[in-house]
C-alpha cells in the first residue's frame, strides 16, 4: 500500500528535513549571539523570541515529520522487498544511529534554550561555535548512506 505512495512519501521526508536541518544549523548560531547579549536586555529578549519560534515552531515539528515520513519509508521498502531481511546490512543501522543522534542533538539544543529562557546558560560561545558544526557533519554522512549504500 505505501510503495503507491513512495515518491510521496520520500519528497516530504526530504522537506521535512530540510526544514529541520535548517533549524538545527541556525539554532546554535543564534546561541552564540545570546552568549554575548546582556542578560535581561532588548537583543536577550528578542533573541528568546527567535530561539522559541524557531524551536517550537518549526524544529519539533519538522523533526517529528521527518521521523513518520522516514518510518513510512522504512515500512515502504520492507513491503517493496517482501520483508524484514532488507534490514540485514549495516547501512540500515549506520543510518538510524546517526538519525538518532541527530534527534539527541536537537534536545541538546532544546534544553540549552530552556537554560536561555532562565537566564541560566554556562556555556560559552565557542561550545556552541562547535556545536553549530555537528548537524552538517551528521547530515553528510547520512546522505552519503541514505544515496549510496541503501540505493
Not at 520520500?10 to 542578560?39: D, K
Not at 549495516?90 to 539544543?109: D, N, Q, R, Y
Request: one cysteine or more; hydrophobic letters at 60%.
Amino acid at each position: 500500500m505505501l510503495i503507491a505512495a513512495y515518491d510521496w512519501l520520500r519528497a516530504f521526508h526530504i522537506l521535512a528535513v530540510i526544514a529541520w536541518m535548517a533549524g538545527l544549523l541556525y539554532l546554535p548560531r543564534l546561541y552564540v549571539y545570546h552568549c554575548e547579549a546582556t542578560p535581561g536586555g532588548e537583543l536577550d529578549e528578542t533573541l528568546k523570541l527567535q530561539e522559541r519560534r524557531l524551536l517550537k515552531l518549526i524544529m519539533n515539528p519538522a523533526m517529528i515529520v521527518a521521523w513518520l515520513f522516514g518510518l513510512a519509508l522504512v515500512w515502504a521498502n520492507v513491503e517493496r522487498a517482501g520483508g524484514w531481511s532488507i534490514f540485514l546490512g549495516w547501512a540500515w543501522l549506520a543510518k538510524l544511529l546517526l538519525v538518532s543522534a541527530m534527534t539527541g542533538l536537537h534536545h541538546v539544543f532544546a534544553v540549552r534554550f530552556k537554560r536561555f529562557d532562565a537566564g541560566t546558560n554556562d556555556w560559552p560561545h565557542k561550545r556552541y561555535r562547535i556545536l553549530n558544526e555537528i548537524p552538517f557533519i551528521l547530515a553528510i554522512a547520512i546522505v552519503l548512506i541514505a544515496v549510496v549504500a541503501l540505493a
